[in-house]
């Protein structure tokens, strides 16, 4: 399982944990990771501490879902980035578009 | 087992008089051991420590046997006619000769028998010795082992402070402090049936899982469903493991926790004022199998000023002198008229203080974490020197396209070399980006255009799974060199696809397009970074020097 989901039972955090290679090869279950976000508005928070490898794919799944969810959440968090996929995301700007900690 | 039977041998030590051989001539006749060892008076030592039931035949009293005995076993047999009151400055027994036969075989059976009781009195002091000695040093050697598994606990983290005390030499509590490497602080306490060396044995793996899982930055979720599967496995039935694991993200804004039959943690402000209760929602560990465990995590959002107090059950059931139990009011009393870090000392005061001269009844635990941002250092990319210069170059037909990832392949071969290993994410990213545009593109035909169409995204990566799988001509070549003094890592890719341009950075601007972002990614990551031949061959570098947030994070 490279994409786990877990709903917190208040229903408020959704944390989708993305372990190993996150690239296109996982966008259905990335997707279906974020499908259903239940009724409470939740904050979405993108944990990438196990995620050794990504790609600008990785980067434009991230925007699909931000594009998708945006309006039904109360924030999209990434969250656990090593020195490296933060380099990534600050050379992308992606500190704009998400809450980057 | 004190039952006296005739002994193989009795010890006389006499003086070669006419009285001591006519004593001794009678003790023939009566049969007393197997066996009567004469031995010259001269020979005895009043501090010997004596190997038979022994007997002194002496015509006059001597001075020797004024010191005191060793053992104090010997039958001293003089004649009538001395005087009484010397016998009294022997500290043994005595008879005077001569003697009717049933007394004296009377005295020299209970000789005996007393000499066996003190023999096998002294054998078992020894065992007792012995076994005491050995469970010393095991002891020793169990606390170095803990020692050793404990040394890697990181107690000194400055925001945090810890209370641990054990009601027996080992302690069935543990408090485990390890930093992860995106900076977050994970904090464990755990607290195994019972108190002693068997509980604490339980310490031993959970505490290495512990450190090894923080060392990966496994989450809250994952480590205590590793926790619970190796101690159901290993534990008894009737002993288990009630366990609060939190993880404080980097910024301290963010604190994660699982509360597996562990007393509801506390969070509070500088002020005092409780916060949070952080109930246990699930059993402890090493209750249920894998199937049954729940994991389930909670979150809350912490502050600077923000104090959580994790405690074991020895806490809140600490009796007072007056056999009172301290309870949780009370724990939330003292925490709120102590509410900073430095009033920790003065917080155990308190406790002690309600506690009095009363022992400990059960090992007593207690940690304050600050949720303060961390001031971890993310892991650092440290320079290894000795690394080996190299250079590869591999050579991939259609088929090898079509059935192996390159890239991760690739990085499989460089990504866990010395010095490579801190930059394998960066490296695998630019490597992706060069390679996919040179398949993608040049030998797939794909236009990137497509991504900008609604469900495009999607669309893109269907038509390139499915001409990938068409593939039949086609070459890509990789040549990556590397030369650690220089600390520069050089790609070289070739093909023999269709010409390509690479887009002006220009075309490129705006936050939110579909595509281009892994060429900008390139040219901001790679050094050089150079097209030839109308874009079928390109070449790259990277300096593999620390990452930016590292640097100004240990800089």
């Given at each position: ?10 229903g408020?955090?959704l ?8 690239d ?11 499908s ?7 904050t ?8 050794e ?11 699909n ?7 039904h959440v109360?924030?999209i968090h990434?969250i656990?980035?090593?020195a ?6 600050d ?11 | 087992?004190?039952q006296?039977?005739p ?10 008089s006419?009285f001591?051989e006519?004593?001794?001539g009678?003790?023939q ?10 031995k010259?008076?001269r020979?005895?030592?009043?501090d010997?420590l004596?190997?038979h039931p ?5 015509a006059d009293?001597?001075?020797q046997?004024e ?5 104090t ?9 001395l005087d009484?009151k010397k016998?009294?400055?022997w ?6 000769w001569p003697?009717?036969v049933?007394l004296?075989s ?6 005996v028998q007393?000499?066996q009781c ?15 000695r050995?469970v ?6 169990v606390?170095?082992?803990?020692q ?11 925001h945090?402070?810890?209370?641990l ?6 302690n ?5 402090v390890?930093p992860?490497p995106?900076?977050s ?9 019972g ?9 031993l ?6 450190f090894a899982m923080a060392?990966?930055s496994?989450s809250?979720?994952e480590?205590?469903?590793e926790f ?8 008894p ?7 609060f694991?939190?993880?404080l993200?980097a910024?301290?804004?963010r604190?994660t926790?699982?509360n597996?039959?562990?007393?509801p943690?506390?969070v509070?402000?500088?002020q ?6 952080l ?5 402890a560990?090493?209750v249920?199998?894998?199937?049954e465990f ?13 104090r959580v107090a994790i ?8 009796l007072s002198?007056?056999h009172?139990f ?7 009393c003292?925490?709120?008229a ?5 009033d920790?000392?003065?917080?155990i ?7 009095g001269d009363?022992p400990?009844?059960?090992?007593m635990?207690?940690a304050i974490l600050?949720c303060c941002?961390t001031?971890l250092?993310?892991a ?18 259609a088929?090898d396209?079509?059935?192996?990832d390159?890239?991760s ?6 990504g866990?070399?010395?010095n490579l290993?801190?930059?394998r994410t ?5 490597l992706a980006?060069v390679f ?5 593109h ?13 469900e495009?995204?999607t669309?893109?990566?269907q038509l390139?799974a ?11 070549r990789?040549e ?8 520069h890592i050089?790609f070289?890719?070739?093909?023999n696809?269709?010409?390509?341009q ?5 075309a490129?601007a ?5 595509h281009?972002r892994?060429l ?6 790679a050094s ?11 070449e790259f570098?990277?300096y593999l020097?620390?990452?930016?947030s590292?640097a100004?994070?240990?800089g």
């Amino acid at each position: 399982m490279s994409v786990v989901r877990h709903l917190s039972s208040d229903g408020k955090e959704l944390t989708i944990a993305i372990h190993g290679k996150f690239d296109f090869g996982i966008v259905q279950e990335f997707r279906r990771a974020y499908s259903s976000l239940g009724d409470q508005k939740p904050t979405v928070y993108v944990d990438l501490r196990q995620t050794e490898y990504l790609d600008s794919s990785a980067l434009g799944m991230l925007l699909n879902m931000r594009k998708a969810i945006s309006d039904h959440v109360k924030g999209i968090h990434i969250i656990n980035c090593s020195a490296e996929v933060s380099n990534i995301l600050d050379i992308s700007r992606f500190d704009k578009l998400f809450v980057i900690e | 087992m004190l039952q006296p039977s005739p002994p193989l041998v009795i010890d006389i030590y006499h003086d070669g008089s006419a009285f001591a051989e006519e004593v001794i001539g009678d003790l023939q006749h009566l049969k007393l051991a197997k066996r009567l060892r004469l031995k010259a008076f001269r020979d005895w030592r009043p501090d010997a420590l004596l190997p038979h039931p022994t007997l002194l035949v002496l015509a006059d009293f001597a001075a020797q046997l004024e010191q005191p005995l060793c053992c104090t076993e010997q039958l001293l047999i003089l004649p009538f006619q001395l005087d009484a009151k010397k016998l009294l400055l022997w500290p043994g027994d005595s008879l005077v000769w001569p003697l009717s036969v049933p007394l004296l075989s009377k005295q020299i059976q209970l000789l005996v028998q007393r000499f066996q009781c003190a023999h096998q009195l002294r054998s078992m002091q020894e065992s007792l010795a012995w076994h005491a000695r050995q469970v010393e040093r095991e002891y020793e050697l169990v606390e170095n082992i803990f020692q050793n598994a404990l040394s890697r606990n990181f107690t000194d983290y400055p925001h945090i402070r810890t209370l641990l005390a054990p009601a027996a030499k080992f302690n069935g509590d543990l408090c485990l402090v390890a930093p992860g490497p995106t900076g977050s602080l994970y904090v464990m306490m755990a607290d195994f049936t019972g108190h002693g060396l068997a509980p604490a044995t339980g310490a031993l793996p959970l505490s290495q899982a512990f450190f090894a899982m923080a060392d990966r930055s496994v989450s809250v979720a994952e480590m205590v469903t590793e926790f619970n599967y190796r101690l159901h496995r290993l534990l008894p039935n009737e002993m288990f493991c009630a366990c609060f694991l939190l993880e404080l993200a980097a910024n301290g804004e963010r604190l994660t926790y699982w509360n597996g039959g562990m007393p509801p943690a506390l969070v509070y402000d500088d002020q005092g004022a409780i916060k949070h209760r952080l109930k246990a929602q699930h059993v402890a560990l090493g209750v249920l199998p894998t199937e049954e465990f729940d994991a389930q995590v909670s979150s809350i959002r912490t502050s600077a000023s923000d104090r959580v107090a994790i405690y074991t059950d020895g806490v809140i059931e600490m009796l007072s002198q007056r056999h009172e139990f301290l309870g949780l009011k009370s724990l939330e009393c003292y925490l709120q008229a102590y509410p900073q870090l430095r009033d920790f000392d003065r917080l155990i005061h308190k406790l002690e203080h309600f506690r009095g001269d009363e022992p400990l009844h059960d090992d007593m635990s207690l940690a304050i974490l600050a949720c303060c941002p961390t001031g971890l250092a993310p892991a650092r990319a440290e320079s290894e020197a000795r690394a080996l210069p190299f250079s590869f170059i591999t050579e991939l037909n259609a088929d090898d396209l079509r059935q192996v990832d390159v890239v991760s392949a690739i990085l499989g071969i460089i990504g866990h070399l010395p010095n490579l290993r801190y930059h394998r994410t960066t490296l695998y990213l630019l490597l992706a980006e060069v390679f996919n545009n040179a398949l993608e593109h040049s030998l797939l035909g794909l236009d990137s255009r497509i991504k900008d169409e609604p469900e495009g995204f999607t669309y893109y990566y269907q038509l390139r799974a499915e001409r990938l799988q068409q593939l039949s001509k086609g070459m890509i070549r990789v040549e990556v060199s590397y030369q650690p003094r220089s600390a520069h890592i050089y790609f070289t890719l070739s093909h023999n696809g269709t010409r390509w341009q690479p887009q002006s950075q220009a075309a490129l601007a705006g936050q939110e397009r579909s595509h281009g972002r892994g060429l900008e990614l390139l040219r901001h990551l790679a050094s050089p970074l150079i097209w030839h031949e109308d874009g079928r061959t390109v070449e790259f570098g990277y300096y593999l020097t620390p990452t930016r947030s590292t640097a100004s994070t240990t800089g």
